[in-house]
């Protein structure tokens, strides 16, 4: 096997304009496909009571609606590796083209799905079904985007290029948050379940079919056609490779796999409702101030790409963790009823802005991987561990917090000093290396 493809080996060059359109179609489709991906959870109570019995108690509803929710993150391994074996087998456009479809079209049927009240138990069965098809396809679309993204731009703009994809994906959630906001203020509570629910999803929908187009215009990396000219794709089937030849680099993505998960999981997703069971804060106030922390999220993914382009990848991963866990206890322990909205923002937005460490993850593992097998390496190890760890973090924070009002930041702190540690294996720190003279 040749050394680490790099996708310019040769004279060191800036940006151009081919590397600005890769980044803007690859971030505005990560976008797109993960607002379809989470605008799921903006309207689960909702859902809860459109898509099961009038009779069921409302604890019940809500909890299956979430195993409904849940199923997509299960689904993301299998279609990840799925996805991903055919991305170093036929290439990477392809898939990074179908990885958006099959979201976008899943994401649009749900909007025009028929409810209990009009076909039955087929009603959640049909939307269980749309959620296994989206969580096969975000399961390719971010190890996708990665691997497609790394091996376009400069090595001297490697950090950057991902970190600014990664701000991309993450505004998804962003965009899902102020579109919850406008819809529940433009409608009444009736007219949201009566009809306007459906428009997030339709509009998601079509935003991804739009996606897919756009994404005809960009071309194969250039990794993959050089392995292509040289007949050096993978022989078998990409996974096995991985697992038999690459463990410690699928150990290091999965430990940074669970301190990503651990970031977007504690405080984005669950702070806001623990803003206003713990500490009775209105829930316009919480919904605000968790924008805030996703803007700053957003920013803080392309600032730490550009940081790890100018003092490199170990010093940039303990500056960005080490932030992350001092601001996740500025903030958690600054918490109190009756805290002024003022004070929520500035200090959920720090702690946002530090949970832009987690664009590092991807920076250091899609160079943990050899050209041949990167995607199915990034996906395997990156989807089965978003998968443990996505889901077992909820369940033992909130254990936790019956226990201790710092749980959050104890765990978040936990994850952070397992990242620190693993800045110091020397496949973390691996660089591109342009193959010998003649291989």
């Known amino acids: 096997m040749s050394a680490v493809l790099s996708p310019s080996a040769d004279a060191?060059?800036?940006?151009?304009?081919?590397?600005?359109?890769?980044?803007?179609?690859?971030?505005?489709?990560?976008?797109?496909?993960?607002?379809?991906?989470v605008i799921f959870v903006f309207f689960t109570v909702t859902i809860g009571h459109l898509f099961f019995p009038p009779d069921m108690p409302e604890w019940l509803a809500q909890l299956q609606t979430l195993g409904i929710f849940a199923a997509g993150y299960l689904a993301r391994p299998l279609g990840g590796i799925i996805i991903a074996h055919f991305g170093d087998r036929l290439g990477r456009k392809r898939m990074f083209a179908l990885s958006v479809f099959l979201m976008a079209l899943p994401t649009f049927i749900i909007g025009i799905l028929p409810t209990y009240g009009a076909i039955g138990v087929a009603a959640?069965?049909?939307?269980?079904?749309?959620?296994?098809l989206q969580g096969a396809a975000i399961g390719g679309e971010m190890p996708g985007a990665w691997v497609f993204?790394?091996?376009?731009?400069?090595?001297?703009?490697?950090?950057?290029?991902?970190?600014?994809?990664?701000?991309?994906?993450?505004?998804?959630?962003?965009?899902?948050?102020?579109?919850?906001?406008?819809?529940?203020?433009?409608?009444?509570?009736?007219?949201?379940?009566?009809?306007?629910?459906?428009?997030?999803?339709?509009?998601?929908?079509?935003?991804?079919?739009?996606?897919?187009?756009?994404r005809r215009f960009l071309?194969?990396?250039?990794?993959?056609?050089?392995?292509?000219?040289?007949?050096?794709?993978?022989?078998?089937?990409?996974?096995?490779?991985?697992?038999?030849?690459?463990?410690?680099?699928?150990?290091?993505?999965?430990?940074?796999?669970?301190?990503?998960?651990?970031?977007?999981?504690?405080?984005?997703?669950?702070?806001?409702?623990?803003?206003?069971?713990?500490?009775?804060?209105?829930?316009?106030?919480?919904?605000?101030?968790?924008?805030?922390?996703?803007?700053?999220?957003t920013i803080g993914c392309a600032l730490f790409g550009w940081l790890n382009d100018?003092?490199?990848?170990?010093?940039?991963?303990?500056?960005?963790?080490?932030?992350?866990?001092?601001?996740?206890?500025?903030f958690y322990i600054g918490l109190a009823p009756g805290i002024g909205e003022a004070e929520l923002m500035l200090r959920y937005g720090v702690a946002g802005l530090f949970c832009g460490a987690i664009s590092?993850?991807?920076?250091?593992?899609?160079?943990?991987?050899?050209?041949?097998?990167?995607?199915?390496?990034?996906?395997?190890?990156?989807?089965?561990?978003?998968?443990?760890?996505?889901?077992?973090?909820?369940v033992l924070t909130q254990f936790w917090l019956q226990h201790d009002r710092l749980a959050p930041a104890h765990y978040v702190s936990a994850t952070v000093l397992l990242a620190i540690v693993l800045a110091a294996f020397p496949l973390t720190a691996r660089g591109w290396r342009p193959a010998p003279a003649g291989r």
């Open 12 to 37: 060191p060059r800036p940006l151009g304009r081919e590397d600005y359109k890769t980044l803007g179609l690859s971030a505005l489709g990560g976008t797109l496909e993960f607002y379809d991906f």
């Open 124 to 132: 959640p069965l049909l939307l269980l079904l749309m959620r296994i």
């Open 149 to 214: 993204v790394a091996e376009h731009v400069p090595r001297e703009r490697y950090g950057l290029g991902i970190g600014v994809l990664t701000a991309g994906i993450t505004g998804g959630i962003l965009l899902g948050a102020i579109v919850a906001i406008i819809i529940n203020r433009s409608y009444s509570p009736a007219e949201v379940l009566d009809f306007a629910w459906r428009i997030p999803f339709i509009l998601g929908g079509v935003f991804g079919f739009i996606a897919v187009y756009l």
């Open 219 to 297: 071309s194969e990396t250039p990794v993959f056609k050089e392995l292509a000219a040289k007949r050096e794709l993978a022989r078998e089937l990409p996974v096995k490779t991985v697992i038999r030849e690459h463990r410690q680099a699928c150990l290091i993505t999965a430990g940074l796999t669970w301190t990503l998960s651990t970031a977007i999981v504690v405080i984005i997703l669950m702070t806001p409702s623990m803003l206003q069971r713990l500490y009775g804060i209105p829930a316009p106030a919480a919904l605000e101030a968790n924008c805030v922390a996703i803007l700053m999220l």
């Open 310 to 330: 100018r003092i490199g990848t170990r010093a940039t991963l303990v500056i960005a963790w080490g932030g992350l866990a001092v601001s996740a206890y500025a």
């Open 360 to 394: 590092t993850v991807p920076i250091v593992a899609t160079r943990a991987f050899p050209p041949p097998i990167r995607f199915s390496g990034l996906s395997f190890s990156y989807n089965v561990a978003y998968a443990v760890f996505g889901g077992i973090t909820p």
